[in-house]
């Protein structure tokens, strides 16, 4: 009772499907506004003075910040929740 067989199927009902496609969608964005501006690989980590974020790996060669050209004075960490 309540427990799923392996090969066995399940009904869904619209309302059920509907949430799960907007559930994947809305993981998928959370993965993009996580991900580096730069590279979009890896997760934001670091953040210049002028805002804008990238992964470490992205920024350590940078001397102005490759997005609005502001000149990198101080990298910082950031720490996010997992999603």
Request: glycine share 4%.
């Amino acid at each position: 009772m309540g427990e799923i067989r392996q090969g066995s199927t399940r009904q869904f009902s619209v309302t059920e499907f509907n949430r799960w496609i907007t559930m994947q969608a809305e993981n998928q964005q959370m993965r993009f506004f996580l991900s580096c501006r730069i590279c979009r690989q890896n997760r934001i980590r670091c953040v210049f003075q002028c805002g804008h974020l990238t992964c470490w790996s992205c920024s350590e060669p940078l001397v102005d910040c490759s997005i609005c050209g502001t000149p990198i004075r101080n990298r910082y960490s950031i720490y996010l929740h997992p999603p």
